[in-house]
Nanobody, 122 residues
């Protein structure tokens, strides 16, 4: 599975962005999808995850209530809608996929996109 993330950019605090992650093949049958982010000088951290059928989602406490993960199974695309953005959300955002259960651990994901930069100005 190849993943391509896009949609990042520069936004003011309080604004919104929607990230997209297009998969090279059908991921709806068994792939859990996740979003992670990595700020400069920091470790890559979990943001949100979605089970293979979309029935379960999980968010990091830092983004709960502001970010929403969703999937379009026809387009083989997963989205991350980000609202009420804060400067501390500035990071490179990565999408990930795995043919297994939804996980919060980056080590559980076998496939990764190249990342897209989100910069939130204060």
């Amino acid at each position: 599975v190849q993943l391509q993330a896009y949609g990042g950019g520069l936004v003011q605090a309080g604004g919104s962005l929607r990230l997209s992650c297009a998969a090279s093949e059908h991921t709806g049958s068994s792939y859990a999808m996740g979003w992670f982010r990595q700020a400069p000088g920091k470790e890559r951290e979990f943001v949100a995850a979605n089970s293979w059928n979309g029935g379960s989602t999980y968010y990091a406490d830092s983004v709960k209530g502001r970010f929403t993960i969703s999937r379009d199974y026809v387009k083989n695309t997963v989205y991350l809608q980000m609202n009420s953005l804060k400067p501390e959300d500035t990071a490179v955002y990565y999408c990930a996929a795995d043919n297994g259960l939804m996980s919060l651990r980056k080590g559980e994901y076998a496939y990764w996109g190249q990342g897209t930069l989100v910069t939130v100005s204060s």
